[in-house]
């Protein structure tokens, strides 16, 4: 029977926490991006002293939005959360560059007929994802600081010279 739960428990996927390499952040999270499509920007503390700021939470998914038709979904927080999270571990000052945070159905069935490498049922359709780049890092170095946190999925796309993070299953891939 022991046996059986094991396997019963080690086949349940582990999902996005990357609250643990937040807590030696201190009380506050902070995200700072920029956007390659629309050249807008944020830089936001968007968690105080245990709780989120809902204001914050709301720059963000305005910032987040698909930029090809402006349409909006609420951000995950534990979205924000990892990306924060790696880009502590990074030690960098540098904002990342957003390349696709929310992804409407109509922009990801577009994107869909262009690419093998978009997925049907993207987490970028739940804004539970985001496509990512930074100047003084490599995406190898960018890869390894989001698998660090053990948080959600991590996709390394050389081609195109970005990461994908995600809150959902733990899981990597090269694209």
Same mark, same amino acid.
């Given at each position: 029977?022991?046996?059986f739960?094991?396997?019963?428990?080690?086949?349940?996927?582990?999902?996005?926490?990357?609250?643990?390499?937040?807590r030696?952040?201190?009380?506050?999270?902070?995200?700072?991006m920029?956007?390659?499509r629309?050249g807008?920007?944020?830089?936001?503390?968007?968690w105080i002293?245990?709780?989120?700021?809902?204001?914050? =939470?709301?720059?963000?998914?305005?910032?987040? $939005?698909?930029?090809?038709? @402006?349409?909006?979904?609420?951000?995950? #927080?534990r979205?924000?959360?990892?990306?924060a999270?790696?880009?502590?571990l990074?030690?960098?000052?540098?904002?990342?560059?957003l390349?696709?945070?929310?992804?409407?159905?109509?922009?990801?069935a577009?994107?869909?007929?262009r690419?093998?490498?978009?997925?049907?049922?993207?987490?970028? =359709?739940?804004?539970q994802?985001?496509?990512? $780049?930074?100047k003084?890092r @490599?995406?190898?170095?960018?890869a390894? #600081?989001?698998?660090?946190?053990s948080a959600?999925g991590?996709?390394?796309?050389?081609?195109?010279n970005?990461?994908?993070?995600?809150?959902g299953?733990?899981?990597?891939?090269?694209?």
């Amino acid at each position: 029977m022991r046996g059986f739960a094991a396997i019963t428990l080690s086949a349940t996927p582990v999902y996005a926490n990357a609250a643990g390499f937040l807590r030696g952040a201190g009380d506050i999270r902070r995200i700072n991006m920029y956007s390659g499509r629309t050249g807008e920007s944020i830089d936001t503390i968007y968690w105080i002293e245990g709780e989120y700021i809902p204001e914050a =939470l709301k720059e963000i998914t305005y910032f987040f $939005r698909d930029w090809r038709n @402006s349409k909006i979904k609420a951000v995950d #927080a534990r979205t924000v959360d990892i990306l924060a999270a790696s880009h502590g571990l990074m030690d960098v000052d540098e904002p990342y560059m957003l390349l696709s945070g929310y992804r409407s159905p109509e922009t990801n069935a577009m994107l869909r007929s262009r690419s093998r490498g978009v997925a049907k049922n993207s987490l970028h =359709l739940q804004a539970q994802a985001a496509d990512l $780049r930074l100047k003084s890092r @490599s995406i190898q170095q960018m890869a390894a #600081a989001a698998k660090s946190c053990s948080a959600g999925g991590v996709g390394t796309y050389r081609g195109s010279n970005f990461v994908h993070m995600d809150c959902g299953p733990v899981r990597t891939w090269n694209g």
